[in-house]
């Protein structure tokens, strides 16, 4: 134990002195001594991330990086004394008003850079902007609000006012987030963030070689080391040790006897005092292992031969697309053009690494406070695994630092719900991955194999699609079983193929597993249509954009997929919107190439895309909205917000439904013992399917409200207003929602309602595509690129 060391500094105005390990840094020295969890960890403390941004003397420094001696009669600015709720920073203000701000993860730090920017240069260029905040990353919003939002405070700090935000209606306006003012100043906890008396800490013992059968595993040199509590094992699991259903094959932890079949497959989880002493146990267990042959190219793996990553073959899936005569059209065509691409695994890197904290509450009850795109259906993971009921496991998710589809893997909640379910003396658990950890156990976006061969007549008109895919999908299933079919789904693109010959396969080998991320299956697909489709208006001598005009689907056009789309596509609208645009980046770029020399050139492209969203089959959403007895107004649904803003839209939608403000409705989000299943959080299906759910909730409220209102008031209900905190009769007599609602549990009214949303498909329309997907969006983007013909640099 090294000598404690005496630090005397001033933070956020106070002074302040700790006794501390000299060793530490202070960033840890914040977040675990002074429980100032505003700054934020995302990269194993490497200085890669920003997240740690704290001001030293004025200065933007990474508090990982500092040693906690360093700071010494020295003066340290967090977030939390940046501004309070009561009196923001005009930084923080710009960046709620700008919606800068999403999963907020990395805004503390950022805010905090800006701060430092500002303060030596008051009227910054965006180009300066960005050049002070390089070192900060955001993996959700894409920079341009956070540059705006500094710009909007560098005008208010030199005396301007920040204009106001748009307007205010529920629906319709440009809303501010319901959680915005949390992330801002550094008030929101995540779940590396919640203190818990007694805390344990988890680490993993994780797989070294990429396949291999598991011989034996020898927990004794991690329990000989201090801290160490316990060495959890697949003999430890009391349930079923199975991630089937979501992923084939793949266990929690993997048994003596069994396969490894990744670098990062899960062995045993280590229970110490600290997450140092957890991850010294789990690097002490000994592992025996006996190496198997190794695949990793997905084509190779299908080759007679290959070594199995599972018994059974190392197709996962297969999926098939047969339209028209593809082979007489690709014969007849009067262009044929072949193209191959292939595409990388892709990691969501959300900022926030995959932490879970889980405890037995004081109901027994196993309780994991993690994030997940579908809570209930981790929820119903963790019950199996444990082989408790139901009532006996709870998820609550809470403010998540992204998500991406990387957060649909149940993995980490189901082993938080292990650890705390072994934890000795009840204590609760904390686990989170290291970002090594994350890069290499998470899911990944599947890399396409894909052969394409088009056809085309002289003017244009699309003859045929031969289509061939390899998706990789890893170590282990992880939903890639879908892959085979969305590859394809998105590989003919909303454009009219007479004739189509497609065919995909999802493939294991012994890489990372490869799951679900944004736009799951389609941009890779996306990229190497449309890439085949330039390289094709190029042969025929036709404008790229004039090509996809001629070949775009319209609402009434029999897709490739054997049928009609079932809502407006508006395909054709989004080119023909984007024209303008391409025509003067295209002017643009042969200006420049024109009048600049040098190794920089400059071009301008478009592409057109589309996307499924929602899944297959008849699937409904639940939601719930509730009059409370002080006269509140609350809407449940299950539709987890992990920057993407669903908290607010399920506000703005049962506010806009019950004629109310949006601030007069409160939302629970995503707890299990609180709130209905919503059913699955993905495939861009939030606002749709729950929003709708939770519409009809609403709605169904505020009829039961004016219905009692009307009783209470002898009124007819269509006379009624509903106002904030009240039911207004003409002539102004009001009677507040609180007796309202003690009025109808008086007459065993429900105060809580549900509102259940299925898509108005019909049973003749799902029938004819049951393995289809029924809904599309369409879009076209253009794009302006500076290339350094030299380096490559873009
Ligand atoms: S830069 Fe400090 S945690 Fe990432
Ligand atoms: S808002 Fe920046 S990382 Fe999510």
Redo the contacts with the bound molecule.
Sequence with gaps: MTQPLRVAFTLNGRPVEIDVDPGRTL?DVLREDLDLTGTK???D????????TVLLDGEAV????VPIGRVAGRQVLTIEGLGSPEKLHPLQQAFIERGAVQCGFCAPGMILSAAALLARRPNPTREEIAEALEGNLCRCTGYTRIVDAVEAAAAALRGEPLPPADGRDAVGGSQVRVDALDKVTGAARYAEDIKMAGLLHAAIVRSTLPHARLLAIDPAPALGLPGVLRVITAADIPGLNSLEGYSRHEPLLTPVGGSLHMVGDAVALVLAESPAGARAGAAAVELAYQPLPVVRDPVAAMEPGAPNVHEGGNVLSEYDIQFGDAEASLARGDVVLEARYATGFLEHAALERETVLAYRDAEGRITVVGGHQEPHWAHGYMARLLGLPSEGVRVITPPLGGAFGGKQDPWPLMAGALAAYHAPGGRPVRLAFTRRESFDASPKRHPYRLHYRVAAAHDGSLQGLFLRVVADTGAYDADGYYISQYALVAGGGPYRWPAVDAHAWAVYTNNPKAGQMRGFGTPQSNLALECTLDELATRLGMDPLALRLHNAIDDDTVLFLGYRPAETVGFRQCLEAIEPWYREALARAAGRNSREAGPWRFGAGLAGMWYRFGKPGPISSEAHAELALDGGVICYCSAPDYGQGTTTVMAQLAAEALGLPRDCVSVVNGDTARTPDSGIQGASRSTYWVGGAVTRAAAALREQILGTAAEMLNQDPERLELRPGAVVAPGEDRLPLAEVAVEMERIGLARRVRGVFAPGLDDDFLASRPEYLPFFVTGAHVAEVEVNVETGQV
């Design positions: 960033l960890q995302g990269c403390r490497e200085g890669e991330c920003g997240a740690c990474r508090s990982c990086l």
